[in-house]
Protein backbone atom coordinates (compact mmCIF):
# COMPACT_ATOMS: atom_id res chain seq x y z
CA UNK A 1 0.00 0.00 0.00
CA UNK A 2 1.43 3.71 -1.19
CA UNK A 3 1.15 6.42 1.18
CA UNK A 4 -0.91 8.17 -0.90
CA UNK A 5 -3.71 4.93 -1.07
CA UNK A 6 -3.47 5.57 2.68
CA UNK A 7 -3.86 9.24 3.04
CA UNK A 8 -6.49 8.35 0.92
CA UNK A 9 -8.45 5.90 3.10
CA UNK A 10 -7.52 7.69 5.83
CA UNK A 11 -9.35 10.93 4.47
CA UNK A 12 -12.29 8.99 3.83
CA UNK A 13 -12.56 7.71 7.53
CA UNK A 14 -12.47 11.17 8.77
CA UNK A 15 -15.48 12.42 6.24
CA UNK A 16 -17.72 9.34 7.64
CA UNK A 17 -16.77 9.84 11.46
CA UNK A 18 -17.96 13.79 10.95
CA UNK A 19 -20.83 13.02 9.07
CA UNK A 20 -21.47 10.57 11.90
CA UNK A 21 -20.96 13.15 14.61
CA UNK A 22 -23.72 15.31 12.61
CA UNK A 23 -26.07 12.74 12.68
CA UNK A 24 -24.78 11.33 16.95
CA UNK A 25 -25.50 15.57 17.67
CA UNK A 26 -29.12 14.50 16.66
CA UNK A 27 -29.72 11.58 18.44
CA UNK A 28 -31.66 11.33 21.52
CA UNK A 29 -29.82 8.09 22.41
CA UNK A 30 -25.83 10.12 22.70
CA UNK A 31 -25.39 11.69 26.55
CA UNK A 32 -25.65 15.12 26.36
CA UNK A 33 -22.00 16.14 26.64
CA UNK A 34 -21.56 14.01 23.86
CA UNK A 35 -24.02 15.76 21.72
CA UNK A 36 -22.39 19.26 22.34
CA UNK A 37 -18.66 17.89 21.46
CA UNK A 38 -19.80 15.95 18.34
CA UNK A 39 -22.33 19.18 17.01
CA UNK A 40 -19.20 20.99 17.62
CA UNK A 41 -16.85 18.97 15.68
CA UNK A 42 -19.28 18.48 12.81
CA UNK A 43 -20.26 22.04 12.75
CA UNK A 44 -16.83 23.03 12.31
CA UNK A 45 -15.58 20.37 9.92
CA UNK A 46 -18.90 20.71 7.89
CA UNK A 47 -18.21 24.59 7.70
CA UNK A 48 -17.12 26.24 4.40
CA UNK A 49 -15.29 28.23 6.45
CA UNK A 50 -12.00 28.21 8.38
CA UNK A 51 -11.28 29.48 11.64
CA UNK A 52 -7.66 30.03 10.48
CA UNK A 53 -8.21 30.59 6.49
CA UNK A 54 -5.96 28.23 4.34
CA UNK A 55 -4.14 31.09 3.02
CA UNK A 56 -2.29 31.81 5.63
CA UNK A 57 1.09 29.39 5.64
CA UNK A 58 1.19 26.30 7.70
CA UNK A 59 -1.24 27.88 9.96
CA UNK A 60 -3.68 27.86 7.57
CA UNK A 61 -3.57 23.89 7.43
CA UNK A 62 -3.16 23.44 11.17
CA UNK A 63 -7.19 23.36 11.97
CA UNK A 64 -7.61 20.65 8.93
CA UNK A 65 -4.60 18.57 9.81
CA UNK A 66 -4.65 18.87 13.84
CA UNK A 67 -7.76 20.66 15.26
CA UNK A 68 -10.56 18.71 13.16
CA UNK A 69 -8.72 14.99 13.72
CA UNK A 70 -8.17 15.93 17.44
CA UNK A 71 -11.61 16.68 18.03
CA UNK A 72 -13.50 13.92 15.88
CA UNK A 73 -11.10 11.45 18.09
CA UNK A 74 -12.61 13.65 21.27
CA UNK A 75 -16.21 13.24 20.07
CA UNK A 76 -16.16 9.71 19.06
CA UNK A 77 -14.70 8.73 22.57
CA UNK A 78 -17.30 10.27 24.04
CA UNK A 79 -20.07 8.48 22.00
CA UNK A 80 -21.16 5.63 23.05
CA UNK A 81 -19.28 2.63 20.76
CA UNK A 82 -22.24 0.99 19.53
CA UNK A 83 -24.24 3.59 18.72
CA UNK A 84 -21.09 5.20 17.10
CA UNK A 85 -21.00 1.92 14.45
CA UNK A 86 -24.71 2.79 13.41
CA UNK A 87 -23.72 6.46 12.68
CA UNK A 88 -21.04 5.45 10.94
CA UNK A 89 -22.61 3.28 8.87
CA UNK A 90 -25.82 5.71 8.45
CA UNK A 91 -22.70 7.82 7.41
CA UNK A 92 -21.89 5.53 4.59
CA UNK A 93 -25.06 5.05 3.39
CA UNK A 94 -25.57 8.95 2.70
CA UNK A 95 -24.46 9.82 -0.43
CA UNK A 96 -23.98 14.09 0.07
CA UNK A 97 -21.89 15.91 2.68
CA UNK A 98 -24.26 17.82 4.69
CA UNK A 99 -22.90 21.73 5.16
CA UNK A 100 -23.21 23.47 8.59
CA UNK A 101 -24.59 26.67 7.83
CA UNK A 102 -24.46 27.02 11.85
CA UNK A 103 -20.43 26.42 11.34
CA UNK A 104 -20.21 28.88 9.02
CA UNK A 105 -22.27 31.85 11.29
CA UNK A 106 -20.12 30.63 14.31
CA UNK A 107 -16.71 31.43 12.39
CA UNK A 108 -18.19 34.29 11.05
CA UNK A 109 -19.14 35.50 13.86
CA UNK A 110 -15.33 34.74 15.76
CA UNK A 111 -13.99 36.51 12.80
CA UNK A 112 -16.02 39.83 13.06
CA UNK A 113 -15.53 40.14 16.66
CA UNK A 114 -12.13 39.25 16.57
CA UNK A 115 -11.83 42.12 13.78
CA UNK A 116 -13.86 44.37 16.41
CA UNK A 117 -11.25 44.16 18.76
CA UNK A 118 -8.49 44.68 16.82
CA UNK A 119 -10.19 48.00 15.48
CA UNK A 120 -10.68 48.96 18.48
CA UNK A 121 -7.23 48.20 20.02
CA UNK A 122 -5.54 50.06 17.28
CA UNK A 123 -7.98 52.88 16.55
CA UNK A 124 -6.19 56.43 16.75
CA UNK A 125 -7.58 58.27 20.07
CA UNK A 126 -9.55 60.99 18.51
CA UNK A 127 -9.80 63.10 21.98
CA UNK A 128 -5.62 64.22 21.62
Not at 21 to 48: E, H, M, N, Q
Not at 57 to 74: H, N
Not at 90 to 119: D, H, N, Q
Request: net charge positive; no cysteine.
Amino acid sequence: MTILSSARRWAQRIKRDVVALWIAARDPRVPLTAKLVAGAVAAYALSPIDLIPDFIPVLGYLDDLVIVPLGILLAVKLVPATLMDEFRQEATRREGRPISRTGAAAVIGLWLAAAAWLAWLFWPDRAG
